[in-house]
């Protein structure tokens, strides 16, 4: 099982269409801390009431937040909000990249993928729950110490990977001017732009994707093969 799970096209235009308004956006990063309620959120956001609700209404509706009715010691009872998925989206574009992803770190989707995370990151996950299971004062600090480990670290990774989406982008910008070189069309080079991008030749999928007839999708295949070695 892999340790990721990829949402549709669909998710990803409705999740992507939820957050480009940035008072979402900050009611998502205040409740990615913990639950509150409406009143609490405009106070500390510096906004009406009735906006938030509004902003909350339609996250609940798009269901990232869910909702539930919590007691109050000093009044009536009070609807909270928490959220209600757990995602990682990307996005990244330039002259000859485009690149969407959406994936679940939602451990009830992981599941047994957990038992496939490199081991540098189960020694960590083996140092939270040795953590917790051990009690004592000091834990927030131990668990501190372990989250600056795990940012430094998910740094490092963001810094490769950026500079790994760099040098691809100077192979794909071969490519483009290499099937120029060649004398390829339009439509033969969108078919081998989407064979690099999606490492298949199948060719009903290359058809609907670049919205091309089967068959011209199969003799342009035929000459890529034979003048390019694709």
Known sequence: MS???EFSVSEFDSILT???NPVR???IKRLSQEPSYALQLAKELGLGQQLVTKHLDALEDAHLVSSFVESSPSGPNRKEYVLAKSVSLTVDFAPN?????LISLDPATIGDGLQKIPKSAAS?????????NLGGDDRFRSIGKVIA?????????????????YIRNLAMSEVVRLAKEYGKNINARR????????????VSEISESVNLR?????????????????
Do not use: F, P
Request: proline share 0%; hydrophobic share 40%.
């Open 18 to 20: 939820m957050i480009e």
């Open 191 to 202: 078919v081998l732009y989407h064979i690099l991008d999606s490492h298949e030749k199948n």
């Open 97 to 101: 990249l485009y690149s969407t992803k």
């Open 149 to 165: 480990e795990l940012d430094a670290k998910i740094q490092n990774l963001e810094e490769e990977r950026s500079a790994l989406l």
């Open 3 to 5: 340790l990721q799970k």
């Open 214 to 230: 089967e068959e011209t999708v199969r003799d342009i295949l035929r000459d890529l093969e034979r003048s390019l070695k694709v």
């Open 124 to 132: 960590m996950l083996g140092r939270i729950e040795k953590i917790v």
């Open 25 to 27: 956006r900050a009611i």
